[in-house]
């Protein structure tokens, strides 16, 4: 046995050998220094954990997850011919696949990435080894089989992955996911599909027809809600609509009664839509989500929690398989742990920032965003500067952030922090939050997070209101009201290096407006760019900084 399979067959005998260390996951522990090593193991083994981690974010590993998609007949009705009189008529029967030609443009339109050909030496979290097999999917995408036969599902990378221009980046934000957008569609279209007029047209197996009645069964119990605009993600309502087909004791029950008269709940029209979170800041924190309110537990036993509710499984099965799998779960949290951010110098050049003009930035950073966002000790800081490369001084050499994650109300669009109050009672009470240690409690504002690679991370706010960082840095009422999105492919065209983020107004790349899905309004429900002015940018209502100033702090940011 050779190359990436004995690989998997080593660590998989590795692993239990491994002594780990256990984390502190309450809410009163202190980060005194970022837990990228979680779980103190020796480098070589530690090394090998968070490849075994990141396959598991690559393909999903939560094998008993409730809601999978018949593989072989998806992937025969696309081969077959776009003149096929059964396709023909699945197209007008299942109008959520008949924009696609092949189930590769199914996968773009979902927003995942291929996997690189090659190794990118940009990226900073280097990919694990896989079968050819295995990378003949998206990033993300997951072949559960199982005795009905091959089922396909989406996991972590789904809305952890990004292409920046061309390397892909594990831990990054997506900014065009529609997973949730899948669901919804796929729970719409559901009743209506027959299940032995699906075997019969699509000549399929008895065990693939079963597992579509499984999926549609599941399918009751997901309250899927369409984003107000893509690049969001409505998993959190998602959440709270499913629970609320469920039953009310501690293992939400699925009932026939409780899908069919699903409990009210505001976010079925309220906007509480964000963006997926980057993975290396959370090294640094001891409470999870962009609003802070898991205070307690492992965001990767949380973010398992929360696509199986979104996806009708049933708790006491998920409890079981969390019990059950510890060292997968381990794994998968210290590779997130272990992420770190992509440099700006690796993809434009160490020229293309000024060090000089970068460290005037730094005077402004501490006057105005370190309290909030961290301290960042550069390589420039020290006595022997002067002996290093330009490279070396760019570095952040340490990085202190709070012992106690923080959440702070500066103004910004309370959507988001108030849809947690929707259903944390519903979280709390549930016996499996008890078993993995899990407590929510509602809170006022959002994390400041800590800025590492915040030039990557664009557009901003924790509702992508605001397009770059010049407009950050600009009073609310005079930021851009709207602006195109757009993919990160061209680092001339696709992104402003002045600004850091999209090219808006006369510089908006002209196909990015033909497609009126990626245009952006703020002046929607839940989209408002408003926030973070008085005191920050702003002090007794004039602006602190002016043009000038902002871009050396810019400058600063682009090393961080």
Request: charged fraction near 25%; aromatic fraction near 10%.
């Amino acid at each position: 046995m050779t190359g990436p399979l004995f690989k998997l067959f080593l660590f998989t005998i590795l692993i239990p050998l491994l002594g780990f260390a256990s984390p502190d996951w309450s809410q009163n522990f202190e980060v005194n220094t970022p837990r990228e090593n979680l779980y103190e193991l020796p480098e070589e083994d530690f090394k090998k954990v968070v490849m075994i981690g990141r396959r598991h974010a690559l393909i999903y590993p939560v094998n008993v997850s409730a809601l999978r998609i018949p593989y072989g007949p998806l992937s025969d009705f696309f081969e077959s011919s776009p003149n096929d009189p059964v396709r023909k008529l699945l197209y007008e029967l299942a109008k959520v696949v008949s924009p696609f030609k092949s189930i590769d443009e199914m996968f773009i339109w979902l927003g995942l990435n291929s996997y690189p050909e090659s190794v990118q030496t940009e990226n900073p979290n280097e990919l694990p080894i896989l079968t050819s097999e295995e990378k003949s999917l998206p990033m993300g995408a997951t072949i559960l089989e199982d005795e009905n036969g091959k089922g396909l599902t989406f996991g972590c990378a789904t809305c952890h992955s990004a292409n920046l221009f061309g390397v892909k980046i594990l831990g990054l934000t997506n900014r065009f996911p529609r997973a949730n957008e899948f669901f919804r569609k796929g729970a719409s279209l559901a009743p209506y599909v027959n299940t032995f007029l699906f075997k019969s047209m699509l000549q399929t197996t008895e065990g693939e027809r079963l597992m579509l009645v499984k999926a549609k069964e599941n399918l009751k119990y997901v309250g899927a809600k369409k984003p107000v605009s893509i690049g969001l993600d409505t998993s959190l309502a998602q959440v709270a609509l499913s629970l609320a087909k469920r039953e009310q004791d501690e293992y939400a029950t699925r009932t026939k009664k409780s899908h069919k008269y699903p409990r009210e709940n505001k976010l079925e029209t309220m906007v509480s839509d964000s963006k997926p979170a980057v993975w290396w800041n959370v090294k640094y924190k001891n409470r999870w989500l962009s609003d802070g309110s898991i205070v307690s537990g492992n965001p990767v036993h949380t973010n398992f929690l929360w696509n199986e509710i979104g996806r009708g499984t049933d708790l006491k099965i998920l409890e079981k398989w969390l019990l059950d799998n510890t060292r997968t779960i381990e794994a998968l949290t210290a590779a997130v742990f272990s992420s770190r951010p992509p440099r700006y110098e690796n993809f434009f050049g160490v020229d293309a920032i000024n060090i000089e003009k970068a460290k005037r930035g730094q005077v402004h950073f501490v006057k105005s965003c370190q309290k909030c966002h961290g301290t960042y000790v550069k390589g420039w800081d020290f006595e022997n500067a002067e002996s290093l490369s330009k490279v070396e001084l760019l570095q952040n050499t340490k990085v202190i952030y709070h012992k106690q994650t923080p959440v702070k109300d500066v103004g910004t669009d309370p959507g988001r922090y108030l849809g947690m109050k929707e259903f944390a009672t519903d979280l709390n009470n549930l016996k499996i939050s008890k078993t993995i240690g899990t407590i929510v409690i509602p809170q006022k504002g959002y994390v400041p997070p800590p800025l590492d690679g915040i030039w990557s991370r664009w557009p901003y706010f924790h509702n992508n209101a605001v397009p770059n960082l010049c407009a950050l840095l600009t009073p609310g009422n005079k930021r851009p009201k709207e602006y195109w999105a757009g993919p990160a492919n061209n680092k001339e065209t696709d992104f402003d290096q002045k600004c850091v983020g999209y090219p808006i107004g006369e510089k908006t790349p002209e196909a990015w407006k033909k497609n009126d899905e990626f245009f952006f309004d703020t002046t929607k429900e839940g989209l408002s760019n408003s926030g973070h002015d008085e005191k920050i940018l702003m002090k007794d209502g004039e602006e602190i900084y002016t043009m000038s100033e902002k871009l050396e702090l810019i400058e600063f940011l682009k090393t961080l």
